[in-house]
């Protein structure tokens, strides 16, 4: 493995989740996961996708964690649980060995448990939401390494995953860079309009300054200009 900088890794780091709703808007990207949440407020994680699909539990029924330690240090574990909210994928068994492992955090189309660990150790967990039943001969993995459906979102492995306090997003790994450069153009306008602001300007005269209202205007992911 390279020891060389993920530098969109170290770009996407510097954004929040709303600046990079707002490009994937302007590409015409649907990259936001719908409804999934991280067990805590203050949980913020980045990370390139590592990625499976999970499904009901067959007779005998499959493992449901035996991936953990092939998961590389800074990735997300993005687990496809078809959104299933009766049985958890995700307790802390998983959240002490992927803390310990330097994962990024977790991000799950279904519920997790064990949401105390998860806080105490500031491991990134993200959700539809948690409950104690465990998935344990309900659950088992189907498939690794594969594209995966998260709250209405497409992951591939190694797509950049980003969350915060305003919910979690997929930049694809074909379009990162498109992505990236249009919600960094997108904080620049807005620091500067708050700038501008604190200035004593009126916000519609900031906002016409500097474009403000076409920041959003739809383009296609190669167009640049």
């Given at each position: 493995m390279s020891d060389e900088p993920?530098?969109?890794?170290?770009?996407?780091?510097?954004?929040?989740?709303?600046?990079?709703s707002d490009a994937l808007d302007r590409l015409n990207i649907v990259g936001q996961c719908?409804?999934?949440?991280?067990?805590?407020p203050n949980f913020r994680m980045v990370g390139r996708a590592f990625t499976m699909r999970c499904g009901p539990?067959?007779?005998?029924?499959?493992?449901?964690?035996d991936y953990?330690?092939?998961?590389?240090?800074?990735?997300?574990v993005v687990i496809d649980n078809g959104g299933r909210e009766d049985a958890t994928i995700w307790g802390d068994i998983l959240t002490e060995i992927a803390h310990?492992?330097?994962?990024?955090?977790?991000?799950?189309?279904?519920?997790?448990?064990?949401?105390?660990?998860?806080?105490?150790?500031?491991?990134?967990?993200?959700?539809?939401?948690?409950?104690?039943?465990?998935?344990?001969?309900?659950?088992?993995?189907?498939?690794m390494n594969c594209a995966v459906n998260i709250g209405g979102a497409r992951v591939a492995p190694g797509d950049i995953i980003c969350g915060d306090a305003d919910g979690?997003?997929?930049?694809?790994?074909?379009?990162?860079?498109?992505?990236?450069?249009a919600a960094e153009e997108i904080h620049a306008a807005e620091e500067d309009i708050r700038t501008?602001?604190?200035?004593?300007?009126?916000?519609?005269?900031?906002?016409?300054?500097?474009?403000?209202?076409?920041?959003?205007?739809?383009?296609?992911?190669?167009?640049?200009?």
């Amino acid at each position: 493995m390279s020891d060389e900088p993920d530098r969109n890794i170290e770009r996407a780091a510097k954004l929040d989740t709303a600046t990079l709703s707002d490009a994937l808007d302007r590409l015409n990207i649907v990259g936001q996961c719908y409804k999934i949440a991280g067990r805590d407020p203050n949980f913020r994680m980045v990370g390139r996708a590592f990625t499976m699909r999970c499904g009901p539990a067959a007779s005998p029924p499959g493992t449901v964690g035996d991936y953990i330690d092939d998961v590389p240090p800074g990735h997300v574990v993005v687990i496809d649980n078809g959104g299933r909210e009766d049985a958890t994928i995700w307790g802390d068994i998983l959240t002490e060995i992927a803390h310990r492992r330097g994962v990024a955090g977790t991000l799950i189309d279904g519920i997790s448990r064990d949401v105390r660990l998860c806080r105490e150790l500031g491991y990134p967990v993200f959700s539809k939401g948690h409950w104690m039943r465990t998935g344990k001969d309900r659950v088992q993995v189907e498939e690794m390494n594969c594209a995966v459906n998260i709250g209405g979102a497409r992951v591939a492995p190694g797509d950049i995953i980003c969350g915060d306090a305003d919910g979690v997003l997929v930049l694809p790994k074909d379009h990162e860079a498109a992505v990236l450069d249009a919600a960094e153009e997108i904080h620049a306008a807005e620091e500067d309009i708050r700038t501008a602001c604190r200035k004593g300007m009126r916000l519609d005269e900031a906002r016409k300054a500097f474009r403000y209202h076409s920041l959003q205007t739809r383009r296609a992911a190669s167009d640049k200009s």
